[in-house]
């Protein structure tokens, strides 16, 4: 099962919404239908109502990746869990569109794509892909983004698990504001001692 590929269906659904800038862009169908990707069958289905249902699955969603951002495991986990058993996957085994060098099938995990509703579907291989992905690699390469206001979901797949940021835009903004914030607080205690905020 390709575990990056599941799952950022639920990184993508929660990057939908930033709620410190009170932004949503899980607004219609067609935006849906881009969250389906390659999934074209799938997304062909969507209706109107499959926007309030990943809206409400999206906030259960942000809450998983809230509570492994703040290493509690267990939560994390149980919320998964309880979105897992409602939204059930079904896996088939594929090969028909991978060939090894012989012209052989390369055998795989698919999600097969027969619930009742579009939403419930993307759901299904948001939710599995997630819950695929912390089991291989851990509750800890969950996280949100650390710099403010965004928020965003994230999976690190860094090789030392040292990942705070949703993508390198965020950590230089971050690492920017950091910079600016000591030399802020360097001029401040320069000041207080008596001498000018610029003399160096």
């Given at each position: 099962m390709?575990l990056t590929y599941?799952?950022?269906?639920a990184?993508r659904?929660?990057?939908t919404?930033?709620?410190?800038r009170?932004?949503?862009t899980?607004?219609s169908?067609?935006?849906?239908r881009?969250l389906?990707?390659s999934?074209?069958q799938?997304?062909r289905?969507?209706?109107?109502?499959?926007?309030?249902r990943?809206r409400a699955?999206?906030a259960?969603l942000r809450?998983?990746?809230?509570a492994?951002?703040?290493?509690?495991e267990f939560r994390?986990?149980?919320?998964?869990?309880t979105?897992?058993?409602e939204?059930?996957?079904?896996?088939?085994?594929?090969g028909?569109?991978?060939?090894?060098?012989?012209?052989?099938p390369r055998w795989h995990?698919?999600?097969?794509?027969?619930p009742?509703?579009?939403?419930?579907?993307?759901?299904?291989?948001?939710?599995?892909?997630?819950a695929?992905?912390?089991?291989?690699l851990g509750v800890d390469?969950l996280?949100?983004?650390n710099?403010?206001?965004?928020?965003?979901a994230?999976?690190?797949?860094?090789?030392n698990r040292?990942?705070?940021?949703c993508?390198?835009?965020?950590?230089?903004r971050?690492?920017?504001?950091a910079?600016?914030?000591?030399?802020?607080a360097?001029s401040?205690r320069?000041t207080t001692a008596?001498?000018?905020?610029?003399?160096?």
């Amino acid at each position: 099962m390709e575990l990056t590929y599941y799952a950022d269906f639920a990184v993508r659904l929660v990057n939908t919404e930033e709620p410190e800038r009170g932004t949503d862009t899980l607004t219609s169908v067609e935006v849906v239908r881009e969250l389906f990707g390659s999934h074209r069958q799938a997304a062909r289905r969507v209706s109107d109502a499959d926007v309030n249902r990943l809206r409400a699955v999206r906030a259960r969603l942000r809450a998983v990746f809230a509570a492994a951002g703040e290493q509690d495991e267990f939560r994390a986990v149980d919320l998964l869990n309880t979105l897992l058993m409602e939204y059930p996957a079904s896996p088939q085994i594929a090969g028909h569109d991978y060939r090894d060098e012989d012209g052989n099938p390369r055998w795989h995990l698919h999600l097969a794509e027969n619930p009742v509703n579009a939403g419930a579907g993307y759901a299904a291989i948001a939710c599995m892909g997630l819950a695929v992905s912390l089991t291989e690699l851990g509750v800890d390469r969950l996280g949100v983004c650390n710099s403010d206001p965004c928020r965003n979901a994230y999976i690190d797949t860094s090789t030392n698990r040292s990942r705070r940021y949703c993508s390198d835009r965020c950590a230089t903004r971050a690492n920017v504001a950091a910079y600016r914030a000591r030399k802020r607080a360097e001029s401040g205690r320069r000041t207080t001692a008596g001498r000018p905020a610029d003399d160096k």
